[in-house]
């Protein structure tokens, strides 16, 4: 079995040799800093072909967190660093709770800073790790793998859609045991890494690119984002009160000190200050019309509007 591994993992586009970064050790720093700047360009453009299916993927995400479930990445190595990332700047950017968007990583949160990549490779593991969640069916869980081979998150998601959750795979390689799991995948063909079998680098580039994609996209379908401002942020600091004050100038297209006011009177609450500034309503109208569309924050000001 290890050896038929080692064949496969050989195979993959992903671990193949890159030919622009040959000599890679030999070039002056400028040129080295070059061919790593021209391969992270074709990551975009990989990201780009896999569009529909992100498109997808966002939607059944949005209806899930609609319905009170919740998003959970899966991951090993860089793939659940990145999964990490993901799901722990939502609740500062969209005022979520942390239980919405989550992650589970092989070898735990101690592998956030400390390798523990022997851990990927126990299924037992990761069917264990996502079932210590209970997912559900209102859940959609998201495996995240270069490779699409990795036992720890295949059988998470196998054992997220054993329990009826809907299931993602975010991969680099086509026709992976992770893709042939989930319901459905995310391939975003990178190629080749510029040193050979390093997916931290394009690979991890385009499982960031995917993953802001997916909790972004599923946010603003939710009406956590008006237009482009990020309007459900969370204030705990001086810089981010700024920025909740800034967000309703911009949108509300009020003087400094009405934005201030309002955001005062809503208890530091931008989504209840917009509404009130929007539709010129008092505090509980605003709250009124923020619970009846479940935060989404322009149907509240419609709604706020016609009362």
């Not at 990445?73 to 979520?96: I, Q």
Request: contains cysteine.
């Amino acid at each position: 079995m290890k050896s038929k591994g080692k064949k496969e993992l050989s195979r993959l586009l992903t671990e193949q040799t890159n030919h622009a970064a040959a000599n890679l050790d030999q070039k002056p720093s400028l040129e080295l800093a070059r061919i790593i700047n021209a391969e992270d360009a074709k990551v975009a453009g990989a990201v780009k072909k896999a569009l529909p299916q992100v498109s997808r993927a966002i939607d059944e995400i949005a209806a899930a967190l609609k319905r009170g479930g919740r998003l959970i990445y899966v991951g090993a190595g860089t793939s659940g660093r990145m999964a990490a990332l993901d799901a722990s700047e939502c609740p500062p950017t969209f005022n979520t709770d942390p239980e919405t968007v989550q992650f589970v990583i092989a070898g735990g949160t101690r592998a956030l800073w400390s390798a523990t990549e022997a851990s990927e490779d126990s299924a037992e593991l990761g069917a264990g790790a996502i079932a210590d969640r209970k997912p559900d069916k209102d859940d959609v869980v998201v495996g995240i793998a270069a490779s699409g081979r990795t036992p720890f998150t295949i059988a998470a998601i196998e054992e997220a859609r054993r329990h009826g959750s809907k299931t993602i795979a975010v991969v680099c390689n086509p026709g992976s045991p992770l893709e042939e799991a989930a319901h459905f995948a995310i391939v975003t063909e990178v190629g080749p890494e510029v040193v050979s079998g390093s997916t931290r680098m394009k690979a991890g580039t385009a499982q960031k690119l995917v993953l802001n994609m997916l909790s972004t996209g599923a946010m603003t379908r939710l009406g956590y984002v008006y237009g482009n401002l990020m309007v459900n942020v969370h204030m705990k600091n001086e810089k981010l009160v700024e920025r909740g004050i800034t967000i309703l100038q911009r949108a509300a297209n009020v003087d400094r000190e009405a934005a201030a006011k309002a955001l005062q009177d809503s208890s530091n609450r931008v989504p209840v200050a917009m509404v009130m500034l929007q539709a010129g309503v008092k505090l509980k109208v605003a709250e009124g019309a923020l619970k009846k569309t479940s935060g989404h924050v322009r149907n509240a000001i419609a709604a706020a509007r016609k009362r």
